[in-house]
């Protein structure tokens, strides 16, 4: 039996626009969802995955490759954001400074945003920049939610530490969803329920 996030994201899937500057982000009239992590952390692998397509969302070895907020319409009941990933100390001082501006902005301002997906690399566990982003949303009391990336790159056990972790550092945090969801883009693991989790905000 299918669930209602395996039919939304079964539904067609396309790129709006990417935004550099906050005056360029759409107004879809839509509720949105935002995918933000550390550079390299696998954002647009996780977007590709939920939706199905190979190259909806570049994908680039190359940390820092996403320099605007990639906004996507999925099904005209959705929209998704893909924003730059931070975190990356060999981009260019002022080209951080304006993705840092642009997704502050965006995160801090956003009506239609009811949902942002914190990526964190499983291998990895959260660093200080996450922290510096989850402090943002708590202040600005924009709802997020941890998603465990990579985990086919470690073992069970260890999976099960880093979940651990995440949730106890997570409960300190008012905006921060007490669930945390562990995705593999490679594997197919968690996609389903992150599916759910995102078709239930419509």
């Given at each position: 039996m299918s669930s209602s996030g395996d039919w939304l994201f079964a539904q067609k899937?396309?790129?709006i626009l990417g935004a550099a500057?906050?005056?360029q982000v759409p107004e879809t009239g839509l509720p949105e969802a935002a995918f933000a992590g550390r550079s390299n952390v696998g954002k647009s692998s996780l977007i590709n995955a939920l939706t199905g397509h190979k190259a909806?969302?570049?994908t680039s070895n190359t940390p820092g490759r996403?320099?605007?907020?990639n906004f996507f319409d999925l099904g005209g009941r959705l929209t998704l954001a893909d924003l730059p990933g931070y975190g990356y100390a060999k981009a260019p001082r002022e080209t951080i400074r304006q993705w840092t501006r642009l997704v502050?902005?965006?995160l801090k301002g956003r009506q239609a945003l009811r949902r942002t997906c914190l990526l964190i690399d499983a291998r990895h566990g959260l660093k200080d920049s996450d922290r510096s982003l989850m402090a943002m949303l708590d202040e600005a009391a924009q709802s997020y939610q941890?998603?465990?990336t990579k985990c086919d790159k470690i073992k069970r056990a260890a999976l099960e530490s880093a979940i651990e972790k995440t949730?106890?550092?997570l409960a300190a945090h008012p905006a921060a969803h007490p669930r945390i969801i562990a995705t593999s883009a490679k594997k197919?693991?968690?996609i389903q329920e992150l599916r759910d989790v995102l078709a239930a905000l419509c």
């Open positions: 899937c396309e790129f500057e906050l005056s909806l969302a570049r996403t320099q605007q907020i502050n902005a965006y941890a998603v465990l949730a106890k550092e197919g693991a968690g």
